[in-house]
């Protein structure tokens, strides 16, 4: 029985590192000042204007590396550490939210199945694997069966994220070059900060994974 449980152990070491490493590129790159001198908020809001998308508002949210785009509510919100500070971790994190308000002003397709796939989405993660042990405890295979339907929906919204992630800072990297944001040099840590960053979205869909495959042998076993 213990097998199902060790099945999550690569994820979760992954999950630790993936942290670790977004914690130590974040810390020692936000003590960098760029040469520009600019900020999270100067980078959004430069990127943002010169992109047509001065309707777009750059707001400061609350937490840590808590940083988004609504699209919703047409806002890129920054968390503190990033909003008003003056780093290259800062102008990174900044460069990638617009870079999600890019992706959805150019109807970039990973980003709408992403959009379509967020209600369904979080009532499977949350849901899916109660359904399940449900079904298990009174050996109902109906329960079983929508369990993990809901819970592969999760599964799916996490790696459409991976490629949605991944061109966000692909564009983000383009626009701090091209606009002459942050110079050459300063693009590599950057693009560590980044790099560090797309871990966790692959440690998240590795746990997804690997959880979807702890349900269904659960699933099998019991049959």
């Known amino acids: 029985m213990f097998y199902y449980y060790w099945i999550m152990i690569p994820a979760l070491l992954l999950s630790l590192y993936a942290q670790s490493r977004v914690t130590s590129a974040f810390g020692k790159y936000s003590k960098i000042r760029p040469q520009s001198?600019?900020?999270?908020r100067d980078t959004a809001r430069k990127i943002l204007d010169d992109n047509g998308m001065s309707d777009i508002d750059?707001?400061?949210t609350a937490g840590n590396l808590t940083d988004n785009y609504n699209p919703s509510k047409g806002t890129?919100?920054?968390s503190k550490g990033v909003f008003a500070s003056s780093s290259i971790s800062a102008v990174g994190v900044a460069?990638?939210?617009?870079?999600?308000?890019?992706q959805h002003r150019d109807e970039y397709m990973p980003l709408k199945i992403r959009s379509f796939l967020v209600p369904v989405a979080?009532?499977?993660?949350?849901a899916g694997p109660y359904i399940v042990i449900f079904g298990l405890i009174f050996s109902l295979e109906i329960f079983l069966q929508i369990g993990i339907v809901l819970f592969s929906a999760a599964v799916l919204f996490y790696l459409?994220?991976?490629p949605v992630e991944l061109n966000a800072s692909k564009r983000a990297l383009e626009v701090l070059e091209r606009e002459e944001i942050l110079t050459r040099d300063e693009l590599i840590p950057a693009k560590k900060v980044l790099n560090a960053a797309a871990l966790t979205y692959m440690a998240a869909a590795l746990s997804a994974i690997l959880t979807l495959l702890r349900l269904v042998l659960l699933s099998r076993?019991?049959?």
């Open 37 to 40: 001198g600019w900020t999270g």
């Open 58 to 60: 750059v707001l400061e």
């Open 76 to 78: 890129v919100n920054l």
């Open 95 to 102: 460069a990638h939210e617009t870079g999600h308000a890019l």
């Open 122 to 126: 979080n009532i499977g993660s949350m």
């Open 160 to 162: 459409v994220t991976l």
């Open 221 to 223: 076993n019991r049959r």
